[in-house]
């Protein structure tokens, strides 16, 4: 079965490369010639933009040192049109079925509209809202004139096939105007993704419909002649935006709902790395817009629309890397999620399994590497906003989020097992099982309890009120259902899933608070200046001295690098999160491995131990300090 399977492929692959070779020089044509217009046109450019004053000049976020003409990015606008247009005028008529004359004038039209607003933009700045109320009238257009994203999904209302397309175009607009902070980054980006879906096209048969893709990949290639490292003249946002339109557009037209996944997952990969990083600007500036220190900005709410110098070639720029290796890098990220696309479309039916491992993928960077900024500001917003929730309104919050989840968990149960959902159900069946549980936590007080400060025994607490409510609602479902041969296995899922919800909104905010000391550890391991601490003992002092850290989250200036405990039963366990290193006699060894700078005593000593020990410290060049939660006599 796999012999006939990579056979089949094969086949597949021979008639595709004949089929290419045969109309080989027309895709020669459409790439060489754009190449050689793009690297005639580009100088001409850069020199109107200079005597025009279109200048990037150094300072601010900017990482030139120099200053470099902008506004280039119209030499690859004109190209583009210029090439395509010879193209139609060679062949007598359209490209593809989709590329068509009609299809060249709007284009040319809505690429243009947006042309202009990034001149302007890069001659004399205009304001966010504007520039994105010139995308919004492109894509507009566009949609007025058949592209639309409901062509490759189901039947879309007209309005929301609309408001879907207007979405897609401009979040791939400013994709490719957000990443365009660097040398080559952008045009780069963009010729890789325009030769992944004309591969995408070539493999799926649709050979003619792969011109305009040359043709861009053309101009882009030699745009970036004078763009890489060290660039000589920056896209601007006239290039940068054109890039994106195209990109998010040209597979709308080339698209079928037959290659669902090959239509909207190939290009979704090969806007990958300018999709990912506009996702990341909103999240991170949406939520530093909502922290404590902007609040008090009367403009926060703008914070959203205005730049930062936190994308991602900005922080492998802080990593002591150029702007050529940065470049690369993001090159070659973007190269393999075009190549997993690419995959997917030859494979065809094993194609979601191709998308959905490079989504698994990007999940892990996602926490493996963004950490020390998105997730690192958003606990920040959750763990210090306990104030705007008046303890007043805590108790009947918590009601109504238990009550609600108890129903969603019936709801959940029924629907596993196969059992009925209608009004007639909800009346009869849902009150057996919920009210019981809501009376049983009202009794085992879980309402007048600090979650915030629960030890293990009020949740054992409050999984017993849920399992004690969720029985009594199953004997009374027994007296009145006796006869449903389903009745079993639902009231066990019902029980058994009851109590995640329930017990998940008591402890959210405290899973969040300990991932932040988690974070917060990592990042002062790293960051020069701070105080480095091995902790003497790992009893309740020592777990009392974390959570005291913990409320100063954000505000630590020393980080706990070990534990040292004279029971040698512990060494190499870990505490709270922290590694035993070992007894206090090994003090030498382990404050010299770990870089230490200071002990704190967190076990109970006697006096003269505690002189002891600080004698030894300090002539280890250590500062010490004594951790003490005991009860002191007035």
């Not at 039209?109 to 966010?128: E, H, N, Q, T």
Request: with cysteine.
């Amino acid at each position: 079965m796999t012999v006939d399977w990579v056979g089949g492929v094969l086949n597949y692959s021979e008639t595709v490369l004949a089929k290419m070779a045969a109309d080989g020089l027309k895709y020669a044509a459409a790439f060489f010639g754009a190449f050689a217009v793009s690297l005639l046109l580009t100088p001409l450019v850069r020199e109107f933009a200079r005597k025009v004053g279109m200048v990037d000049m150094p300072g601010g976020r900017r990482i030139n040192l120099a200053p470099i003409p902008r506004g280039g990015g119209l030499a690859v606008f004109l190209t583009f049109h210029l090439v395509i247009w010879i193209l139609f005028w060679s062949s007598g008529g359209a490209l593809s079925s989709q590329f068509t004359v009609f299809w060249q004038r709007r284009f040319l039209l809505a690429s243009g509209v947006l042309a202009v607003v990034g001149l302007v933009d890069d001659k004399r700045g205009i304001k966010p809202l504007v520039k994105l109320a010139g995308q919004i009238a492109a894509a507009l257009i566009l949609y007025m004139s058949g592209v639309n994203v409901g062509g490759l999904l189901v039947a879309f209302p007209p309005w929301l096939d609309c408001l879907a397309t207007v979405f897609w175009i401009v979040m791939a607009v400013n994709a490719f105007n957000l990443i365009d902070g660097m040398d080559g980054l952008a045009s780069g980006l963009a010729l890789i993704a325009c030769v992944g879906l004309a591969g995408s096209l070539l493999f799926m048969g649709n050979t003619s419909a792969t011109l305009p893709y040359l043709v861009l990949a053309g101009a882009c290639l030699g745009f970036l002649r004078y763009n890489f490292h060290p660039a000589t003249v920056f896209l601007g946002d006239t290039g940068s935006m054109f890039l994106g339109l195209c990109v998010a557009t040209m597979p709308l037209m080339t698209g079928t709902r037959k290659e669902l996944a090959a239509s909207l997952g190939m290009p979704l990969l090969a806007m990958g790395v300018p999709i990912f990083d506009t996702l990341l600007a909103v999240w991170r500036r949406s939520v530093r817009a909502m922290l404590p220190s902007g609040i008090s900005n009367v403009k926060s709410r703008l914070k959203v629309m205005q730049p930062d110098k936190d994308h991602l070639h900005h922080r492998l720029l802080r990593e002591k890397m150029n702007q050529r290796t940065v470049a690369v890098i993001l090159y070659m990220i973007s190269a393999v999620l075009v190549a997993i696309g690419m995959g997917g479309t030859i494979l065809k039916g094993r194609a979601p399994g191709l998308f959905l491992i490079a989504f698994i993928v990007a999940i892990f960077v996602v926490v493996r590497h963004l950490e020390r900024v998105e997730l690192w500001d958003t606990g920040r917003l959750i763990v210090h906003k306990r104030g705007t929730i008046r303890q007043g309104v805590l108790m009947p919050t918590y009601m109504v989020l238990d009550v609600l989840f108890l129903c969603l968990t019936w709801i959940f149960a029924r629907w596993e097992v196969g059992l009925p959902i209608n009004r007639k159900e909800m009346l009869a069946d849902l009150p057996m099982f919920v009210v019981p549980v809501f009376v049983m936590l009202v009794v085992a007080k879980t309402y007048w309890r600090v979650w915030s400060r629960a030890q293990i025994r009020d949740f054992a607490v409050l999984t017993l009120a849920v399992f004690g409510g969720a029985g009594i609602g199953a004997g009374l479902a027994w007296i009145f259902n006796e006869d449903d041969p389903e009745l079993m296995r639902f009231i066990f899922i019902y029980s058994a899933f009851a109590i995640f919800p329930i017990t998940g909104i008591r402890i959210w905010r405290d899973s969040i608070s300990g991932l932040m000391q988690i974070m917060e550890r990592r990042m002062l391991m790293d960051k020069v200046g701070t105080k480095r601490v091995l902790a003497y003992g790992g009893g309740l002092r020592f777990r009392a001295l974390l959570r005291e850290m913990a409320e100063k989250s954000g505000a630590n200036d020393r980080v706990i690098v070990g534990v040292l405990d004279d029971d040698i039963n512990l060494r190499g366990r870990i505490i709270a999160g922290y590694k035993v290193l070992g007894v206090f006699d090994e003090l030498p060894v382990l404050a010299l491995m770990h870089k230490a700078d200071a002990l704190v005593i967190t076990c109970e000593i006697d006096g003269e131990k505690q002189r002891e020990v600080a004698k030894q410290a300090k002539a280890l060049g250590l500062t010490v300090a004594l951790w003490s939660c005991g009860e002191d006599g007035l």
